[in-house]
């Protein structure tokens, strides 16, 4: 019955935090660029109370052993990184990556950080930005008259200005992917992403080549949160606590029925 105590409380706090990761995808639904997240479980040692394969005492071997676990425990909180809807903007600096990869930004530190959001804007310079202010890497500078913007496919970006009826090359955007991108860090939020051992290293390149997805100038993507998906989750983490609650509800009567045994 103590057993039974602790092994419910651990359900409990690892139901705790699948709600937590499903509040915060819920609340990321519309965040441009954004990718859900899961909680992976895993049970935690077994108590041997008989090993299998075990003689008896009239040299029997005993096809099955007894063991008894003490709970489960959270392993990871996995990234999926599917790709979310495209939703048409019209404006020319939001671009939606078709495929794998990701932009570049440079922090104020002198690091790259790396996002799926797409929503850039142009300071009163001319240097794509990201709504916080941080440069699109490789920088690029859009001549503060430009009469239009194009970004192609494989990322060259070209403008039109007076008096020029050509387009005017400016320079090519570049993505970056890894080989694990599950293990980036995503503590500085914002839809920020840092490179870390588990991720490793960047590979860059243009767009539409290596693997690297193509860009949609136009387009912003979507989160890739199911809501339906989600509420279905928290549905199953909601009954499991209570579950695990009421796991500890009845250790915790049968432990008063053995206090009030008397002779």
């Known amino acids: 019955m103590i057993r039974a105590l602790f092994t419910a409380a651990t359900g409990m706090i690892g139901q705790q935090l699948h709600v937590d990761t499903i509040a915060n995808n819920l609340a990321n639904v519309n965040t441009t660029g954004f990718k859900k997240s899961r909680v992976n479980f895993q049970d935690l040692i077994y108590e041997t109370i008989r090993p299998a394969g075990n003689e008896t005492a009239a040299g029997v071997t005993l096809p099955e052993g007894i063991q008894v676990g003490h709970g489960v425990r959270p392993s990871a909180i996995s990234k999926l990184f599917t790709p979310g809807a495209a939703i048409q903007t019209g404006q020319p600096l939001d671009l939606y990556i078709e495929g794998d990869g990701f932009f570049q930004v440079e922090m104020p530190d002198g690091t790259v950080a790396y996002t799926r959001d797409g929503a850039f804007k142009l300071n009163q310079e001319g240097t794509i930005l990201t709504a916080d202010g941080f440069v699109l890497s490789p920088a690029i500078n859009i ?12 990322g060259n970006i070209s403008v039109r200005v007076p008096g020029d009826s050509s387009p005017q090359a400016l320079g090519q955007l570049e993505l970056a992917r890894f080989s694990n991108p599950a293990g980036l860090d995503a503590r500085l939020g914002r839809n920020l992403l840092l490179e870390t051992e588990a991720s490793g290293a960047p590979t860059t390149g243009t767009p539409g080549l290596d693997g690297l997805g193509n860009i949609a100038q136009g387009f912003l993507e979507n989160s890739n949160v199911q809501v339906v998906e989600e509420i279905l989750q928290l549905i199953i983490a909601q009954r499991a606590y209570e579950a695990n609650s009421r ?3 009845t250790s915790d009567e049968m432990l008063q029925v053995a206090n009030q045994i008397r002779r």
């Not at 001549?143 to 494989?154: G, K, N, V, Y």
């Open 247 to 249: 796991v500890i509800t």
């Open 143 to 154: 001549p503060t008259d430009a009469e239009l913007i194009t970004i192609s496919s494989d």
